[in-house]
């Protein structure tokens, strides 16, 4: 009768090839998810155009603070933040509770809504008027059919040459989340799909507003 050899070692150095690959692959998915998630949260470029403020959130950064400047001299400070500032709070909702009904098969949509914020929009006015803090929201539309609310703190200086408007405490919310539930306000990230440019936006367009109304565009 033949011997026949039965030897692990051909088996194992056969395999050794694919296990290294393996091992390979799994760093090289890793290190692929860490750039995606890396670039993913990177400041978005287009923030550059603004004189911003960042602080740390989670991993990434939010927007903390932005500062915008206007020139001229003029017009009653006081009473066109009040006028263009809005504070009326706004009303979140969501449809996390809907379900299928497991013998009807309708979809039964329950609505959650909850109101938030509002408020006297002036805080502090200064005995000569110029210098102002106010509490105000203003809205954007992030896409279709979703808008978000940009909460904020405005502080507005008058100097001879101009105006500084510095708007802090900024959080956003998304004023329907659908079937998601809504966590309500919270930090704007700097990145991209947190849509940081398109709420700077609406505070430049407060400003516009005021600036409008001071008589100087």
């Known amino acids: ?7 692990a070692n051909p088996v194992i150095h056969s395999f050794l090839p694919i296990r290294e ?16 998630i890396g670039c993913s949260a990177s400041r978005m470029p287009a923030l550059n155009q603004y004189e911003a403020q960042y602080a740390p959130w ?23 933040v009040a006028v263009v500032v809005n504070n009326t709070g706004e009303t979140l909702t969501d449809s996390s509770n809907s379900f299928f009904g497991a013998y009807s ?17 002036l805080q502090y006015v200064s ?3 110029r210098s102002v803090v106010a509490s105000g ?4 539309e992030a896409g279709a059919l979703v808008t978000r609310s940009v909460r904020f703190k405005l502080s507005v200086r008058q100097s001879d040459s101009g105006r500084q408007y510095s708007f802090s405490n900024l ?20 990145w991209s799909s947190a849509n940081p440019d398109l709420a700077l936006q609406s505070l430049d367009s407060v400003v516009d507003e ?6 100087h565009r």
Request: glycine fraction near 14%; charged fraction near 15%; charge should be negative.
């Open 58 to 80: 989670s991993s990434a950064e939010s927007v903390s603070s932005v500062l915008f400047e206007r020139e001229g001299f003029g017009g009653n400070l006081p009473a066109c």
């Open 21 to 36: 690959e393996f091992q390979v692959l799994k760093i090289g998915m890793f290190f692929i998810a860490a750039l995606i």
């Open 210 to 215: 005021i600036e409008k109304c001071l008589g």
């Open 1 to 7: 009768m033949p011997t026949i050899w039965c030897s």
């Open 105 to 121: 098969g309708k979809y039964y949509n329950i609505e959650n809504s909850v109101h938030v914020g509002g408020g006297d929009v």
């Open 127 to 129: 005995p000569d008027s």
């Open 137 to 140: 929201i203003s809205r954007y």
């Open 171 to 190: 959080a956003q919310a998304q004023l329907n989340s659908g079937t998601a539930a809504n966590t309500g306000y919270g930090p704007i990230g700097s």
